[in-house]
């Protein structure tokens, strides 16, 4: 027993971090949180594993009735959530009695929100991850979005304590004014692209299209060059410059499909006949998962061993130490 | 071309993709597999996952347990222990999957597009046309000749990329510009080099010439296949069709929905290169079926 689907919201999915690994060999993407610097920290608010099953909400969040006491805590994106009417803050553990009802509006900043119940999301796990892909309908609830009516099971535990917050300085930064500056790494085809090119890649503002998911952010900007490699290939390459013979893809590769380059997100497709030019390191997907719609991206290039660095940065803030000072131990009544 | 060297690329902070050639010659695909195999039966640490195709391998790890170039060591390791690519020997199970060459379906998904999107012929009749087949009969004919590797299984779940093993049935056609919108689940598709079978029923570009009644992945464990594991091929598997027409194909796709129907995929061969080559290289490609 857990919560009661009244409203799904826009899209509303049970995952888990790091997500489904190890099935690319079956054409299975990951999937998982997108900022999972959030997810993460929503965990750990209400004393789980930072990896632990927990709710994403994009864009406009769910409306869901407790059926029992609960423990929660939400973090990313500001759905101006209520608990029984009365305002919710983010970035806290807070006590959700049974027969309260947890209503989420729209995302005012940022876009995607995230929901941790103390103990997890218990639904079955599918290829060792609760996390949902909806396009191979599994994992989550019945392998899709929330649905009015559907139960959300969590796993018993023993109360925590309510009011757990974090130390300054441990959360992602808040979004400012509609640019982001997104770290990438160069590759695996950045010689397919010519110098002028890849500096227009990394001069240009590039617009976060509205046709965007989880399988890819879609962006619009100025068109790309080539170099002879993409030009002048073995005719089983293809015909345009941007396809090449079908090969795995990268998550978080920037995928340029003609001329327009798509981030492979989460759930993307495992393989195709286009190149990736850079990818968005893990490090820096947070972002992505809190930007909306025309806002702007400007990338900036990174080293594999800087980005790494950052990546493990990220990891040392999303633990318990990241909790504000005395409430460290607090976790079990 | 076939690389002195294969390549190192980085694919972002946890990917690399390792790269044995810039071609599809099918040598290439069998040193993917070949490593593939390798690292999962070294448990390579660190290593999380590989994602193999026609010329390459992406290498999926975690930088707290292995640095990047600590990998690229290993990976070069694993890679010269292979040795000739004549040498290798791969697991490989061999699967006859039913299928009817020009069904009502796909006819109806090219018709549909043809009418919303592109005029063209019928895909069957193209596809044997721009190969020199005199029908699409012979089409079915030689497609259906030949065992087709499966290169990998990727791109949405369940999904084979297949090339003809016998030189005397490739065939080869130009993908759909613009793609299709939607593609009937089952259609096999052939486009460049590659036979596909889709498993969603999603967009697509491959040349659609037949269907099969049977699911390739199935994750609630229906079928008596899909009780211990969730896709039925794996890369360097085979798949042999088996022409089937439309009674058989009704009677097969009951026994799917009724949870009855049994899978045939023989297990006791593993696929050598050498005698491979060797019998390859004994025909005369110019002959079709």
Redesign the interface.
Known sequence: MGFTVIKGGLETTVQDYPGR????????PPSGPIDHWSFRLANVLVGNPPGAAALECAFIGPVLRADRDAVIALTGADMKATLDGAPVPLWESIAVHAGQTLALGSAVTGARTYIAFAGGIEVAP??ESRATFV????GGLE?AALKEGQSIPLRDVGATAPSRRLRDGVRPPSPAGGVWEIEV?????DDWIDEAGKRRFLTSDWRLSSKSNRVGFRLDGPDWTFTAKATD??P?N??HPSNV?????????INLCGQTPIILMVDT????GFI?PY?????AWWKLGQSRPNEIYRFREVT??A??AE??RI?TLCTEDSLAPGEQDGGRA | MIFDEPRFLPGGDTFVLVQFGDDARIDLNFMALGLTAALREDRTKGVIDTNPSYNSVVVEYDPDLIGADDLERELRRLIEGLGPVEDLELESRLAYLPVMYRDPWTKACVEDYAERIAPREGDPEFVARINGLEDAAQLARVHSGTEHWVVAVCSTPGLPLMVALDPRCAITSPKYNPPRTWTTLGAIGVGGLSTSIYTTPGPGGYNLIGRTPVPLWDTQARLPAYRDRVVLLDAADRVKFVPVEREEFDYIESRVADGTYTFNVTGYQRFSVRAYKAWAASLDASERF
């Not at chain 1, 690994?21 to 299975?28: E, I, N, P, Q, V």
């Open positions: 690994k190890g099935a690319f060999g079956m054409g299975f599918f290829l396009i191979g309908a599994c392998g790494v160069a590759g695996p085809n290939k073995a089983e293809g015909e013979i079908d090969h795995g893809y990268p998550i978080g590769a497709l495992t393989l195709g990736n990818t968005v390191p893990t490090c594999v061993a980005a790494q990546r493990r990891a």
